[in-house]
């Protein structure tokens, strides 16, 4: 398939997951997606990431199992994004782990393909065991885990609460979140609904030493 039709039918498979796993923000997500069928396509040089090249089979063996479609339309346009390793957190706030582990790539908005104003829908992939440190945004944000388990808590030094895969998380903005990668790569739909452009802010915590080498069961 080309491009613009391996995407839109990724639209398709992420806004069908979605109506199957509702929750806050997700008809807010939903609505930006139905808003992109719109949108003329504009393509894009695709961009190769050492970490999806390693990380993003383990991830989709695990989607496979319970959601093949999805697994299988993701598979589909990996090849036709810009995978982007975000380097605009300071490395001593965010620690080595994140900046080095990390994937994002915005499939609308974003400078993606399907452009939308002030909106940026895509996917993630962390590296297993990574520490996503405490920060917080402007920007009101989905996170839709299809891999897990994952940690996942909201306020430095609030308890870590383990979550299972294809369990959303919505944060309003300004919420404080962090996330503590399981055995498996994290993959995840994500979405900020607007404010797109303020950045994120490191939240400092004094336990993110035993947060980056706790181990999440299975």
């Known amino acids: 398939m080309s491009a613009e039709i391996s995407i839109r039918a990724f639209v398709d498979a992420a806004d069908d997951y979605l109506a199957r796993h509702p929750g806050p923000g997700v008809a ?15 393509p894009h040089a695709a961009m190769a990431n050492a970490i999806v090249d390693t990380h993003l089979e383990p991830a989709l063996a695990s989607l496979r199992a319970g959601e093949p479609q999805l697994a299988a339309r993701i598979e589909t346009i990996a090849p036709h994004l810009q995978w982007i390793t975000y380097d605009a957190y300071l490395r001593d706030q965010i620690g080595d782990g994140f900046a080095e582990g990390h ?11 399907l ?3 002030d909106y940026d829908f895509g996917l993630f992939l962390i590296a297993p065991h990574v520490l996503y440190r405490d920060r917080a945004h402007k ?10 388990p994952h940690g996942w808590r909201f306020g430095p030094g609030r308890p870590l609460e ?7 998380v919505w944060n309003e903005p300004y919420r404080p979140h962090l996330t503590k990668v399981g055995p498996t790569p994290l993959l995840c739909l994500f979405c900020w609904t607007r404010d ?3 950045t994120a802010v490191v939240l400092p915590a004094d336990d993110w030493p035993a947060l980056e080498t706790l181990r999440i069961a299975s």
């Open 162 to 168: 383990i979550m299972p895969a294809h369990q959303p």
């Open 115 to 117: 452009p939308a104003a």
């Open 28 to 42: 807010d997500v939903r609505a930006g997606l139905a808003a992109s069928r719109a949108q003329r396509f504009e």
């Open 196 to 198: 797109v452009n303020e």
């Open 139 to 148: 920007a009101p944000e989905l996170y839709a885990p299809l891999t897990g």
């Open 103 to 113: 994937a994002f790539a915005s499939v609308i908005g974003g400078g993606a393909p």
